[in-house]
Structures are given as structure tokens and as C-alpha cells.
């Protein structure tokens, strides 16, 4: 149980196009999900936090603008990139908190964006 | 005060010998304690956790020690394998507060097993 799918796992895009990573919760209802993102080699790091029904919340330095979040269901969370560029290439991650459950996180299996 | 510092950055053990991996955080607040395995390309995998009302946990081969006082914590890998050959994270939340589910990971082990 408490699967969290991503999709696509990897996409190629032109600099200056919008990319849209889906993450789902498969069978269980999540009202929380995380996005992180991750660079080659290095640690995970919290970029929002997508809440179903209401607006996502942004760590500091993180544009807002520039990163969609829609959380319109208790089992679907988007992240839009708009109008990405080669800096915008990385590793994103979802993770989703399991609703009423005990301490149970979920990560997706992640997605690659490059933007060439 | 949300840093969670993992040490070695790398570690390269022999087939059957012990990996330890050290983190050490920084705010009193974080109360739940995970590990997490990453193969390459893939998302981060839960191995084990612990909160601060025991100082050891054990699953299989796996044992996390937790010392409160010191703000710190360990994965202990017995009898490494070629297969535990992955980046691990630590990382800590705050699990009874509205932060909780937010994450902050510590920098990442690269383990390699050698046959």
C-alpha cells in the first residue's frame, strides 16, 4: 500500500517551454504532498508543500512563479515548470503524507526534467 | 537550526563488513528520525526510523542508535552486501507539528560494497 506515482519519470524539453510532472497517490487519499528537488550527487530539498483545496506553500527562494503547484484532488498534486530554462534541469521528487496515517511518508519514484 | 549534518560523504566497505553513517541535527523541535536508500534514478526508499523515546531500533540488518543528549543519530549496516551499494539520506521532522512530512535531508552517503 501508500504508492505514490510520477509521471513522466523523465522529459526532455526547449528552453522556454512549460513542463508539467504529475504526482498521484495511488491508493490511499492524500490531503499534504511535498515536492523536492534534487541535483546530481546531492541532497534533497524541500520546495513546497502542495495542500489539496488551497494554495501551496513555498520554501524561501523558491519562485513561485516559475513553479506551478496544483493540489485540486486528495490524490493528484502538479508541478508546472514555466517557461524553463537549462538551469531548471534536476531531478524533481514528490512525496506524499498518507491521510490519518502514522507517521507514514511516501516518495514517488521521481522525475527528470532536461531542458535543453 | 533546520541542518541536519551527515558524515562520511563517501564509505566504501568489504562484502560482510559493517557500514556506520553519522548525522547529527540541530533543532530540538524534530521528534521523528527516518533513513532513507536511493538508487540512482530513483526516488528515495524508507529504511527504517526511530523517534527520541528510544535510543535503538533494529530491523534486520539494519539498526539505527539515537543519542538525545548529543543530537544525534546513526545507521549501522550489519553484514554489508554488493546490493546495499546506494546514496543513503538521513533526514528529521517534526512529526507532531503542522510542519510535519517536511523533511530536511541531511547531505547523503554514498556507500559501495565491494565484493
Known amino acids: 500500500g501508500a504508492v505514490v506515482s510520477q509521471h513522466p519519470s523523465r522529459v526532455i524539453c526547449k528552453s522556454g517551454t512549460s513542463v508539467k510532472i504529475e504526482c498521484r497517490s495511488l491508493?490511499?487519499?492524500?490531503?499534504?504532498m511535498f515536492w523536492y528537488r534534487q541535483f546530481p550527487k546531492k541532497s534533497l530539498m524541500l520546495m513546497a508543500t502542495?495542500?489539496?483545496?488551497?494554495?501551496?506553500?513555498?520554501e524561501q527562494g523558491v519562485e513561485k512563479d516559475k513553479f506551478l503547484i496544483n493540489h485540486a484532488s486528495l490524490t493528484l498534486s502538479t508541478l508546472t515548470v514555466t517557461s524553463a530554462h537549462p538551469e531548471d534541469s534536476s531531478f524533481y521528487i514528490c512525496?506524499?503524507?498518507?491521510?490519518?496515517?502514522?507517521?507514514?511518508?511516501?516518495f514517488g519514484a521521481g522525475s527528470r526534467l532536461t531542458v535543453l | 537550526q533546520q541542518q541536519v549534518k551527515q558524515s562520511p560523504q563517501s564509505l566504501i566497505v568489504q562484502k560482510g563488513g559493517i557500514s556506520i553513517i553519522n548525522c547529527a541535527y540541530e533543532?530540538?523541535?524534530?521528534?521523528?528520525f527516518p533513513w532513507y536508500q536511493q538508487f540512482p534514478g530513483k526516488g528515495p526508499a524508507l529504511l527504517i526510523a526511530?523517534?527520541?523515546?528510544?535510543s535503538e531500533k533494529k530491523e534486520g540488518r539494519f539498526t539505527i542508535s539515537f543519542n538525545k543528549s548529543a543530537k544525534q543519530f546513526s545507521l549501522h549496516i550489519m553484514d554489508s552486501q554488493p546490493g546495499d551499494s546506494a546514496t543513503y539520506f538521513c533526514?528529521?521532522?517534526?512529526?507532531?507539528?503542522?510542519?510535519?512530512?517536511?523533511?530536511?535531508f541531511g547531505q547523503g552517503t554514498i556507500l559501495t560494497v565491494h565484493p
Open positions: 512525496s506524499a503524507r498518507v491521510l490519518g496515517g502514522a507517521n507514514v511518508l511516501t
Open positions: 502542495s495542500n489539496e483545496g488551497s494554495k501551496a506553500t513555498y
Open positions: 533543532n530540538t523541535a524534530f521528534d521523528y
Open positions: 533526514a528529521a521532522t517534526d512529526a507532531g507539528g503542522t510542519s510535519y512530512g517536511k523533511l530536511t
Open positions: 491508493d490511499f487519499q492524500a490531503t499534504t
Open positions: 526511530i523517534r527520541p523515546d528510544v
